[in-house]
């Protein structure tokens, strides 16, 4: 899984009738001590989360299984608000 | 799931015949506020898509899921056509 | 899916017996407009395809199924020969 | 898999349920001889790892059957304590 | 699937039991005409593989298959080892 922010909002007409009923959010990837920033991810919100929140997405089959939906179109889903983060930077390899 | 644009079309003979019936279409994922390309990726239209489109775009095995082939020879396809993106830019790391 | 170009051929032995019958091609991802070239992938070849030619290639889940094999030790398979490309260049992000 | 380095922890409130029971770690890949850091990753814990601990961590749907939820919200999990890597460093291409 | 060279073991204790009885080796991904190294990846031998021999490795879904354990812990499996690589120079892009 990865931590990232919610910075905003997506409409799709027509989409895939397995979406209808989700709200779909544009997560960008925490860079953390990286240097490149990495291209925002789609994600169904299953958690009822909002822009400018800090939140845990996974990826892969495991998203879709999460919808409850065989079929789904669904390879993002955010699971998780994050409230806190304990790094120990001197574990940190630069 | 990632948004990106119809830039163009592809026909292969002989191919799979999971993909007889099916639009093959080259999208190219949008860069935001990254710097570099990505390379086109050829999707399965399940939506009705056309060159010139915004869409979104669902990797993996969700896609071979959607055309409803067990064997279907497909990790990618084009699940909706997107009308509208909101993006907070001040949330953006740079 | 991916477009690129069989670019030479292997032999494993021994390999994993759900490999035997079929031939292991390298295939280079084709670059479009992008500045660095992606390493050579091994791609089972269920089509057909020989050296010179431009393929589309399937990775993951959906190139394990399509062998027929539920333990096939597959991630990568060739599922068809290009014949024509369409890009619409004037679409392209720099 | 690959190894990394446990860095941190996390905490979700909400999340998935099938979260719930299981330690949250942000695992740093091992760089080796690369120069890039590479970004942590959420992983779920199922061995009893700690900060500060080397340990090998799996991905994908592995990840997932692994904690034996079929709908489990998890895409990357240690899997191991390290104890011992021996590298030749003869063989390493530069 | 994709070409590596062995380059070393590795040892973990606790590990996930369905990893008991199988060897653990780190393999370099090779770089043929790539400027960049990649990160070793730690791969099940399932062939009799050692350190120094070139290897044909499976990832995903497939390399769990290939253990025969529906839950295992794994994600990379080497599946070959290469005799022999022919590859066309001047068909690769530059």
Do not use: C
């Not at 920033?37 to 919100?45: E, F, G, L, N, Q």
Request: charged share 20%; hydrophobic share 45%.
């Amino acid at each position: 899984m990865w931590v990232g922010m919610v910075i905003g909002t997506l409409v799709a007409t027509p989409k895939d009738e397995s979406l209808i009923g989700f709200k779909l959010l544009f997560v960008q990837p925490k860079k953390f001590y990286q240097k490149q920033i990495r291209t925002p991810v789609v994600a169904v919100d299953t958690i009822g989360a909002g822009t400018g929140e800090t939140v845990l997405v996974v990826e892969g089959s495991s998203a879709r299984h999460l919808i409850g939906k065989p079929q789904g179109a669904v390879d993002a889903a955010i699971i998780g608000i994050i409230n806190n983060i304990e790094l120990n930077k001197y574990l940190l390899e630069e």
